[in-house]
């Protein structure tokens, strides 16, 4: 007798990610602070990021190039920001984590990271933006939205989750 498990893969694949999710205070649609999104790309200065606190974003996600790099000349913003606000580390590629301590130049992932940018694992750019949004709904204290954010990646993208992107 053969059976089609693929519906029971579906459920526990939900059932993972609520569990992962439902460690984030519940959440009112209008009191979700806004999550700048920015995408790297070549010739980039910091004028972008500089505006972010003034333009009353709560958070930022970067999306960076490949396993999570960006520009040299972005770093100093990147780190001032990530003292007021949490800013979270994504690749543009649209798949695969971003790299944990691969690179050590100015603008890599283990630079960045040791700056206090948070990985998003491998959750894309949209994706880590909408779970920083709501992470920030229910903590708006910066050491523990960084983390819960932290806490959730690490729940549905660890090795020894069921849950994959």
Not at 10 to 29: D, G, H, M, N, S
Not at 39 to 45: I, Y
Not at 101 to 112: I, K, Q
Request: net charge negative; charged share 20%.
């Amino acid at each position: 007798m053969d059976f089609d498990l693929s519906d029971d893969h579906a459920l526990l694949q939900r059932t993972v990610r609520e569990f992962a999710l439902a460690k984030i205070a519940p959440v009112a649609l209008e009191s979700i602070p806004a999550v700048a999104l920015i995408k790297c790309s070549l010739g980039d200065d910091a004028r972008i990021i500089e505006q972010i606190v003034s333009l009353g974003y709560a958070g930022a996600v970067v999306e960076g190039f490949g396993g999570g790099h960006v520009p040299a000349r972005l770093v100093p913003a990147l780190e001032a920001l990530s003292k007021t606000m949490p800013v979270v580390l994504a690749s543009r590629t649209g798949s695969g984590e971003v790299l944990k301590e691969t690179y050590g130049y100015a603008g890599s992932e283990r630079d960045l990271l040791s700056r206090g940018l948070i990985s998003s694992g491998a959750l894309d750019g949209t994706k880590a933006r909408v779970l920083l949004s709501l992470v920030l709904s229910g903590e708006p204290d910066l050491q523990l939205a960084r983390n819960s954010f932290k806490r959730v990646v690490e729940s549905i993208t660890s090795p020894g989750s069921t849950f994959r992107e």
